[in-house]
């Protein structure tokens, strides 16, 4: 399978602890996006990365979140201190890099904080 | 603020029959759009982009843009039972990040 991978799929936590979730891009794609989906809502983006390079972030990442791409592959997310409010979907895509470009999104990590 | 308008449904269709799907959105300076199809707990899946005025076929898709107008609208044709999922319209001013519609629910009535 070459498409978007991520991990885990599915995470539960107790509120307060910290949680990453990783994303495996296509490999020859260097934008990697990261979004928030909740229940009968369309995703919100988070943050984009063009390689290394973290390009923008929205103002729903807050300072408890972080989003790296060390080596321009693999990107990950973390949640500091969570929230019950942080339970969504983590969407993570990517796409080529063109001027006009299209996202193709992975699975999923489903995050759960009781 | 950038924003996109979908009616969330759900929308019923008979199958065979012609689906149509509007979103409307905000920002002048979109030039992407896209619609993607999330089946409940999946991931959403591109089914087709846009970036012209005028009609875009793909099989039994045709997506529709009117930039003057903000307008956007996916037309199935032939529904087909696997095709009830919510449908996700979004837009962008290039590469920058997707703003997405709440979505519209589709069911397909065999």
């Known amino acids: 399978d070459t498409g978007v991978s991520q991990d885990p799929r599915h995470k539960i936590t107790k509120r307060g602890q910290n949680v990453t979730f990783r994303c495996d891009p296509i490999?020859?794609?260097?934008?990697l996006y990261w979004y928030r989906q909740t229940l009968g809502q369309g995703p919100e983006f988070l943050t984009y990365f063009q390689n290394e390079a973290q390009l923008e972030k929205s103002r729903l990442l807050s300072d408890r979140f972080s989003a790296e791409r060390p080596k321009g592959s693999f990107s990950t997310l973390e949640i500091q201190r969570t929230e019950q409010g942080d339970s969504a979907m983590y969407l993570c895509?990517?796409?080529?890099?063109?001027?006009?470009?299209?996202?193709?999104f992975g699975p999923g990590t489903r995050l759960t904080v009781l | 603020q950038k924003e996109v308008e979908q009616n969330s449904g759900p929308l019923s269709v008979p199958e065979g029959a012609i689906a149509s799907l509007n979103c409307t959105y905000s920002?002048?300076?979109?030039?992407?759009f896209f619609w993607y199809r999330q089946y409940s707990g999946k991931s959403p899946e591109l089914i087709m982009s846009i970036y012209s005025n005028g009609d875009k076929e793909d099989g039994r898709f045709t997506a529709q843009l009117n930039k003057a107008s903000q307008y956007v609208s996916l037309l199935i044709r032939d529904s087909q039972p696997s095709d009830s999922a919510t449908y996700l319209c979004a837009v962008n001013r290039g590469a920058d990040g997707l703003t997405f519609g709440k979505g519209t629910h589709l069911i397909i009535q065999p």
């Open positions: 920002d002048r300076v979109s030039q992407s």
């Open positions: 490999s020859e794609h260097n934008r």
């Open positions: 895509a990517s796409s080529l890099g063109l001027a006009v470009d299209t996202q193709y």
